[in-house]
T-cell receptor, first 110, second 112 residues
Framework: GQSLEQPSEVTAVEGAIVQINCTYQ??????LSWYQQHDGGAPTFLSY????GLEETGRFSSFLSRSDSYGYLLLQELQMKDSASYFC???????????FGTGTLLAVQP | DVKVTQSSRYLVKRTGEKVFLECVQD?????MFWYRQDPGLGLRLIYF???????EKGDIPEGYSVSREKKERFSLILESASTNQTSMYLC???????????FGPGTRLTVT
């Protein structure tokens, strides 16, 4: 079957660094995506990793290890506006559809 | 800017009613998707479509059908709404060459 695991909640303080992990098990794999969703809002795309390694986009970075079926989202210099749910998603190689994790609720405290 | 719009933000229907949820995207995207989002369960794919008049079942298609008569519009149909279909419904679209999905604002459907 296909499954993704990520922590349900993470709490951090403003200015800190937080890492949200995602492990996956899929029958086919093309890449790992991350989406951010603020309360009451629509998910928005943050990053996509198809190859091993670290991709950096401003304060956010995403890492993938295909051999370990593992990835993470790294948020640096946390701001209050980063409080949101973060979803990892894997692209199924056979169908091109996304399989989403259950999401990690990040609470940034002052 | 890609825009995905959904016909309603909030909808209340009675058990047994036929419900139509409409989604329109303005970026000429080939792919369109319908998800439902429930607390603790994340986003689950109901149906998706790669082209006009094409549809594929997702992970939870039971109780739903879809229609894609035009490239920009993808409709989700609940033939006979039930209380367990109370949920947030999210539509998304993507181009054939991109991994990024663009989501609409969602429709919160309550079935009483």
């Amino acid at each position: 079957g296909q499954s993704l695991e990520q922590p349900s909640e993470v709490t951090a303080v403003e200015g800190a660094i937080v890492q949200i992990n995602c492990t996956y098990q899929t029958s086919g794999f093309y890449g790992l995506s991350w989406y951010q969703q603020h309360d009451g809002g629509a998910p928005t795309f943050l990053s996509y990793n198809a190859l091993d390694g670290l991709e950096e986009t401003g304060r956010f970075s995403s890492f993938l290890s295909r051999s370990d079926s593992y990835g993470y989202l790294l948020l640096q210099e946390l701001q209050m506006k980063d409080s949101a749910s973060y979803f990892c998603a894997v692209e199924d190689g056979a169908t091109n559809k996304l399989i989403f994790g259950t999401g990690t609720l990040l609470a940034v405290q002052p | 800017d890609v825009k995905v719009t959904q016909s309603s933000r909030y909808l209340v229907k009675r058990t047994g009613e036929k419900v139509f949820l409409e989604c329109v995207q303005d970026m000429d995207h080939e792919n369109m998707f319908w998800y439902r989002q429930d607390p603790g369960l994340g986003l689950r794919l109901i149906y998706f479509s790669y082209d006009v008049k094409m549809k594929e079942k997702g992970d939870i298609p039971e109780g739903y059908s879809v229609s894609r008569e035009k490239k920009e519009r993808f409709s989700l149909i609940l033939e006979s709404a039930s209380t367990n279909q109370t949920s947030m419904y999210l539509c998304a679209s993507s181009s054939g060459t991109s991994d990024e999905q663009y989501f609409g604002p969602g429709t919160r459907l309550t079935v009483t």
